[in-house]
Structures are given as C-alpha cells and as structure tokens.
C-alpha cells in the first residue's frame, strides 16, 4: 500500500499563497502518475493538476496561471504551489497516486489524470482557507 503525507495548508488572505507538499513512497513518486485534488463538503471531489510517469502534466482551467505542480524525484515528493489564492480555493486538499506498471511508467494522459477513479492510493487531505 502507497502511503501518502501532505504538508503546508492553512489560512490565507486572498491574493496570498501556499505551498503543499506531498510524500509519497519511494516506488510511486519517480514513474508513477500523481496529482492534486480538492473537496468541499457536499460536492464531489475536482480535479486540479495530475502528472504522469513520462512527465506530462495537466491542470484544471480554473488554476492554470496560478498553481504550479513539480516533482522532486530525490525526495518522492511532490509540491502545489498555490498563488493568487482566491476564497473560492478553500477546500480540502489531497494528494493522490497511480502506482506503475512492472514494465512501464504510469501512462494516463490528459484530463483522466483529474479523474478520481483513476488513482488508487490517497494522502488524508490538508486543509486550505482563503479569506477575502
């Protein structure tokens, strides 16, 4: 089982900025797919950045320009940095995680990689608050 941590929420003025971080075992971060969801009670839960085994990433319109995913494969974790945070961002943040295959990097391409379904192993989720 993949064990995902992450660090970093917390409360912010609008316009402020954030960056979580996310640890994830040593056989997941490198070629596996990753990505970045949020929840807000009572809706389901969005997609916002997903990255593949080959490094293809992909961003939900609403925080492209704003929120950048990196990959830091030295140290199996993975950041979201978050600027121009705005009161609409306030959510429960989760870290997620496809593991490889024997043979090859995790291959999801595009906009399946904000599928939910997609990805089997999910960190406990960090709080994010923006205040207006």
């Known amino acids: 089982q993949v064990q995902l941590v992450e660090f970093g929420g917390g409360s912010v003025q609008s316009g402020g900025s954030l960056r979580l971080s996310c640890e994830a075992s040593?056989?997941?971060?490198?070629?596996?797919?990753m990505a970045w969801f949020r929840q807000i009670p009572g809706k389901e839960r969005e997609g916002i950045v997903g990255?593949?085994?080959?490094?293809?990433?992909t961003y939900v319109d609403s925080v492209k320009g704003r929120f950048t995913f990196s990959r830091d494969n030295t140290k199996d974790t993975v950041y979201l940095q978050m600027n121009a945070l705005r009161p609409e961002d306030t959510a429960m943040y989760y870290c997620?995680?496809?593991?490889?295959?024997?043979?090859?990097?995790?291959?999801?391409?595009?906009?399946?990689?904000?599928?939910?379904?997609?990805?089997?192993?999910w960190g406990q989720g960090t709080q994010v608050s923006v205040s207006s």
């Open positions: 997620a995680a496809a593991r490889p295959s024997s043979s090859a990097p995790c291959w999801i391409y595009g906009s399946d990689l904000l599928q939910p379904g997609a990805f089997t192993s």
């Open positions: 040593r056989d997941i971060s490198s070629r596996g797919c």
């Open positions: 990255i593949n085994g080959y490094g293809s990433t």
